[in-house]
């Protein structure tokens, strides 16, 4: 079974976000980031959907046939548009690995340093590090870096 999931990226700002993202991935769920999911939905089999209709998420209708496809598509497209979360960094420490997920995902260097307890002048410091490691001067051409040589 495949389980894909597009979260945006201010629930990675969220306490706990990076972390159940983190254990979604554990447990094999593709997960892609998007600055602003259109609407929270769920399919089911390609053919069963699940949206919310009321701005409480509290109530959600079951929606089948041409509806279900309309949902899926929608879904389709905002998972082409968005990015991957993580993948294994290579040969990089954990935790830079985690900061390049993050910084990737789009958080500021402060979410970043919130995010995995650090002060933002340390995280700072690691990307330099980052930095002179892929022998690039700006965070450009580091997120390039990171993409084309398996760090993110």
């Avoid at 699940?50 to 389709?76: C, K």
């Avoid at 993580?86 to 690995?97: A, I, K, V």
Wanted: without cysteine; positive net charge.
């Amino acid at each position: 079974m495949r389980i894909r999931a597009v979260i945006d990226a201010d629930y990675l700002r969220q306490p706990g976000g990076a972390e159940a993202a983190e254990r979604s991935l554990a447990d094999g769920v593709d997960v892609r980031v998007v600055d602003q999911v259109p609407m929270k939905l769920v399919v089911t089999d390609r053919d069963i959907a699940m949206v919310p209709i009321d701005t409480g998420d509290r109530t959600t209708m079951l929606l089948h046939g041409p509806l279900a496809a309309l949902t899926l598509a929608l879904f389709e497209t905002v998972w082409q548009r968005a990015r991957p979360y993580h993948r294994n960094g290579q040969g990089l420490d954990p935790l830079d690995t985690r900061l390049l997920h993050l910084m990737l995902a789009g958080l500021t260097d402060e979410a970043v340093a919130h995010q995995v307890e650090l002060s933002t002048r340390s995280v700072q410091r690691r990307i330099r590090a980052l930095m002179d490691r892929a022998g690039v001067t700006t965070r450009i051409q580091r997120g390039w870096h990171a993409r084309h040589h398996g760090w993110a």
